[in-house]
């Protein structure tokens, strides 16, 4: 089984991965819970839930979230993939499942995840990571904790600098 | 000056810490070059063609007197006694030792200056107009707004891998002195006829291989929504902007090819969503932030002068030199009694927008004393006091005469614009300094290059057109013929309120006939010139055609 870092309680930890990662070229096997492309999401979703299976969907970077929105309360897992490290497309999408969609479930980034690009995911959205650095947690806890303020609102919503000065000047 | 606050500057020492440890792993091998790349570039840190070169940003160009120290200390020790000035707001230092840069961003930080998103595919420095603060014609200061922006985009998680570099540049008056039409984003501040404080709102411009000048999508946006349309714009350029090719990756390229009205309807149907979604407001900097950044800048205590200085007057009538300097690099104030001084870093013979670590400290001195601790980086690579009493114009002057600064040519034939070239830059196909030297000698004598008039001559060492060679009033370009550098012309261009995209002249000439062709495109324009025509005025009464006929009927 694969691992991967989550997030839990905003401090990363390995989990084993429950989702079988199931390419288009293959078969979907029989049982347990997997993880498809939106294609096959389309085609098969609905009798995969109807088998009481939880069922995760991979989106490419170039796979809109909007087709996904309306299947989203079926869903218990959005891969968003990164086909290179550099490409932020993804960053977009997550913000948009988590804030335009109200998606709750598990944000996973796959792909080209390096740990440098981890902080600006976990202020986007994402709670899952499959690193491609062979990066661990220990590396994570270090690595989002670096920066102790933000300037912007974003999906994590952490407290900008111009919220903590507000309410500095009006404590004061 | 806006004054970093405790939280401004815990977030420069938290990445110059991070830098640290990223630099410290690179020098004990524990990255290689290829993994190590992505981090010092997202710091301003470039390996050149003979050693690293450090971008420092120079936010929307304003700079006090302790700044500038800093700047010439760090060039004096870490560099070769030198820094360079580009047409962005950045001051680029070459022949940096990899070691010594956690040691220089500390340096920087201590002073409230950094190189954060100096480079990489993020939002950058923003530009401003450099005179802010100081002209008449501006309906607020833009480095309020410049300084709202840059703290929202600074390690903005969602638009930090766009498919290319995004550019913006604040200008507030209706002379823009920031070339806003060639910027990924330009914003004008101007008022509507409620009289509300709002932005002109230009999108899609950007030289390189595949010019455009950027078209307006909204005519005015409140300052109040700044922030939440910018979002919108950047949502729609980071999912929809081509990343197929670096060539077409700029936002101008998505705007071009969906069209203006297109791309604006997107934008506003984002913007639209963000806003009934509440997503707006939680981007959008409250007023109360905005007045604080505002109060952060401080004001300047300017003193009661008459408007006419008897000294400056006497002193302009015993002294043409320095009256010549008055007609060409001293601008009227908004305050009666002071007046705006453009320091020209273009000295013939002089690489364009180099300035030495002793020259820095000089123009510290200057500001300190006669500009209120103020100066300021002027996009075309030149720098600027910009709160100079008239009494003490005299003084100013006879000092940068001292250090060699006192060249009286802003805006004429040898204020020219040149990027780096092959003599520094990996990408050049040519050399564009020593063009520069060439056409600079040819108008060397003050008295030729006043009787030219204004004349905008820009120049790029490549297609990337670091020297804007396409909206110079003579723009040149250099290319590579089969190993030999060759340099193309093109007339017309401007990039200020006036913008256009400039004209090829014809084949392009080999380097020692750039300087003699300049020459006779000169003679042409004064044949032909009418009264109070500019260069760039008579060709686009008369055309390409006499230009032309003048540098070909030469060559045979």
Not at chain 2, 107 to 128: D, F, K, M, Y
Not at chain 2, 247 to 262: F, N, Y
Not at chain 2, 511 to 537: H, I, N, Q, S
Request: glycine share 8%; charged share 25%; with cysteine.
């Amino acid at each position: 089984m694969q691992k991967l870092i989550k997030l839990d309680q905003g401090r990363p930890a390995w989990v084993e991965d429950s989702f079988l990662d199931v390419p288009d070229e293959e078969p979907t096997p029989g049982q347990g819970d997997v993880l498809v492309s939106f294609a096959r999401f389309q085609e098969e979703g609905e009798a995969l839930a109807a088998a009481g299976r939880k069922v995760g969907v991979r989106l490419k970077a170039d796979e809109p979230v909007e087709a996904l929105a309306p299947f989203l309360d079926r869903v218990a897992v959005v891969a968003l993939a990164f086909p290179k490290f550099r490409d932020g497309r993804q960053y977009s999408q997550a913000v948009l499942l988590r804030d335009r969609y109200g998606y709750t479930g598990e944000l996973r980034a796959v792909g080209d995840v390096l740990l440098e690009q981890g902080r600006f995911m976990v202020r986007c959205g994402f709670d899952a990571f499959v690193p491609a650095d062979g990066t661990a947690p220990d590396d994570w806890v270090g690595a989002l904790a670096r920066y102790r303020y933000v300037y912007q609102t974003a999906v994590d919503r952490r407290e900008p600098n111009f919220a903590l000065r507000l309410r500095a000047a009006e404590g004061a | 000056m806006y004054r970093y606050d405790a939280l401004d500057a815990e977030m420069l020492a938290d990445r110059t810490a991070e830098f640290r440890t990223q630099v410290g792993r690179r020098v004990a091998g524990e990255l290689t070059e290829e993994q190590f790349k992505p981090l010092r570039l997202m710091n301003g840190l470039y390996l050149q063609l003979h050693a690293y070169m450090l971008r420092i940003a120079i936010p929307y160009g304003t700079l006090t007197s302790r700044k500038l120290h800093r700047l010439a200390h760090i060039s004096r020790v870490y560099s070769r006694g030198y820094g360079h000035f580009t047409t962005r707001c950045n001051l680029q230092l070459h022949w940096i030792k990899l070691k010594d840069t956690p040691d220089i961003l500390d340096l920087l930080a201590e002073v409230g200056l950094h190189s954060i998103q100096t480079s990489g595919n993020c939002i950058r420095n923003i530009t401003a107009d450099p005179y802010a603060g100081a002209n008449a014609e501006e309906v607020d200061d833009p480095r309020v707004w410049s300084e709202t922006i840059r703290q929202w985009s600074t390690f903005h998680p969602e638009f930090s891998f766009l498919p290319r570099k995004f550019k913006i540049a604040v200008g507030a008056a209706p002379d823009d002195r920031t070339a806003a039409r060639i910027y990924d984003i330009g914003l004008k501040l101007r008022r509507n006829r409620e009289g509300q404080l709002g932005f002109e709102v230009m999108v899609g411009g950007g030289l390189g291989r595949t010019p455009y000048l950027a078209p307006t999508i909204r005519e005015f946006l409140p300052t109040k929504d700044l922030l939440s349309y910018l979002a919108a714009i950047l949502r729609v350029y980071n999912r929809y902007g081509r990343r197929d090719n670096i060539w077409k990756a700029r936002i101008k390229i998505l705007v071009a090819s969906l069209g203006a009205e297109q791309f604006a309807r997107q934008v506003e149907a984002e913007w639209k969503t963000m806003t009934q979604s509440g997503e707006a407001a939680r981007i959008d900097a409250p007023e109360a932030e905005v007045a604080r950044i505002r109060r952060a800048f401080g004001t300047t205590p300017f003193k009661d002068l008459p408007a006419v200085s008897e000294a400056f007057e006497a002193a302009k009538a015993a002294d043409p030199a320095f009256a010549r300097f008055v007609r060409h690099n001293v601008l009227p104030h908004k305050v009666p009694g002071y007046a705006i001084v453009t320091i020209s870093l273009k000295a013939p013979g002089e690489v364009p927008g180099d300035c030495s670590s002793d020259q820095m400290d000089a123009i510290a001195d200057l500001a300190e004393r006669y500009s209120f601790d103020e100066a300021r980086n002027h996009f075309e690579q030149n720098l600027v006091l910009p709160h100079v009493a008239l009494d003490d114009l005299p003084a100013v002057y006879a000092e940068l005469e001292r250090i060699g600064l006192a060249t009286p040519n802003i805006g004429l034939a040898t204020d020219i614009i040149a990027c780096p070239g092959l003599d520094y830059c990996t990408l050049a196909n040519a050399r564009a300094i020593p063009i520069a030297q060439d056409i600079a000698r040819r108008f060397a004598d003050p008295a030729v290059a006043e009787e030219v008039g204004e004349l905008r001559i820009k120049i790029s060492g490549c297609i990337n057109a670091c020297g804007q060679h396409h909206v110079g009033h003579i723009g040149i370009l250099g290319v590579d013929k089969k190993g030999e550098e060759f340099y193309q012309l093109t007339l017309g261009g401007s990039g200020l309120e006036d913008a256009r995209l400039g004209e090829i002249l014809g084949p392009a000439l080999p380097g020692p006939r750039v300087a003699e062709a300049v020459d006779v495109l000169v003679d042409t324009y004064m044949k032909e010139r009418a009264e109070g025509e500019r260069f760039v005025d008579t060709f686009r009464r008369i055309g390409l055609a006499p230009f032309k006929a003048a540098v070909y009927a030469e060559a045979h």
